[in-house]
Antibody, heavy 122, light 108 residues
Framework: QVQLAESGGGLVNPGGSLRLSCAAS????????MSWIRQAPGKGLEWLSY????????YYADSVKGRFTVSRDNAKNSLYLQMNSLRAEDTAVYYC???????????????WGQGTLVTVSS | ETVMTQSPATLSVSPGERATLSCRASQSVSSNVAWYQQKPGQAPRLLISGASTRATGIPARFSGSGSGTEFTLTISSLQSEDFAVYYCQQYNNWPPFTFGPGTKVDIK
């Protein structure tokens, strides 16, 4: 079945960097747009970035533009989020999620991975 | 940016009762709204897309309605496993995709 599994979270100092990964299985990874979404402790959901199947179309939330970079390796069925200049307010569980539909402009997120926790603190 | 708001923030309901959750968009999002359920320590799970289409495996007690700027998620008869936080999300005016702040449904 379709599965997404994030990894790479952990404790990092303010100003530091971290790279998250999302391993996909059970579907043709290169066909689907993918997203990163985060959730600060006790807070709601915030969409961060969106990347097309081929990696040529990328979108970011203003809150992370210029600091975070999304990429993918379709040969490895993997999605990545490189996070630089991390701040305390970036502390959150980070989820990867797949577009529910193939080749649709209006799309929602399904499924989601289980998330990985990033803590930014000295 | 399309801002999504949800009300109430918390809804206290007895098992077996009906729960009605509201979601409002700051501008029209047509019917491009999804609802997700999230339990503690778990990832969000899709319930509804297209404002009213239940996802695979979602019980019929969950129903969605609305279009434009006003949306409703109704749980007809709350079961113990339905106590959770519910988020609406618009995918009409993107980027960015935006979520509401959530409604927590707890036991009365």
């Amino acid at each position: 079945q379709v599965q997404l599994a994030e990894s790479g979270g952990g404790l990092v100092n303010p100003g530091g960097s971290l790279r998250l990964s999302c391993a996909a299985s059970g579907f043709t990874f290169s066909d689907y747009y993918m997203s990163w979404i985060r959730q600060a402790p006790g807070k709601g959901l915030e969409w961060l970035s969106y990347i097309s199947g081929g990696g040529n179309a990328i979108y970011y939330a203003d809150s992370v533009k210029g600091r975070f970079t999304v990429s993918r390796d379709n040969a490895k069925n993997s999605l990545y989020l490189q996070m630089n200049s991390l701040r305390a307010e970036d502390t959150a569980v980070y989820y990867c999620a797949r577009d529910a539909l193939l080749d649709a402009y209006y799309n929602w997120f399904d499924p989601w991975g289980q998330g990985t926790l990033v803590t930014v603190s000295s | 940016e399309t801002v999504m708001t949800q009300s109430p923030a918390t809804l206290s309901v007895s098992p077996g009762e009906r729960a009605t959750l509201s979601c409002r968009a700051s501008q029209s999002v047509s019917s491009n709204v999804a609802w997700y359920q999230q339990k503690p320590g778990q990832a969000p799970r899709l319930l509804i897309s297209g404002a009213s289409t239940r996802a695979t495996g979602i019980p019929a007690r969950f129903s969605g309605s609305g279009s434009g700027t006003e949306f409703t998620l109704t749980i007809s008869s709350l079961q113990s496993e339905d106590f959770a936080v519910y988020y609406c999300q618009q995918y009409n005016n993107w980027p960015p995709f935006t979520f509401g702040p959530g409604t927590k449904v707890d036991i009365k």
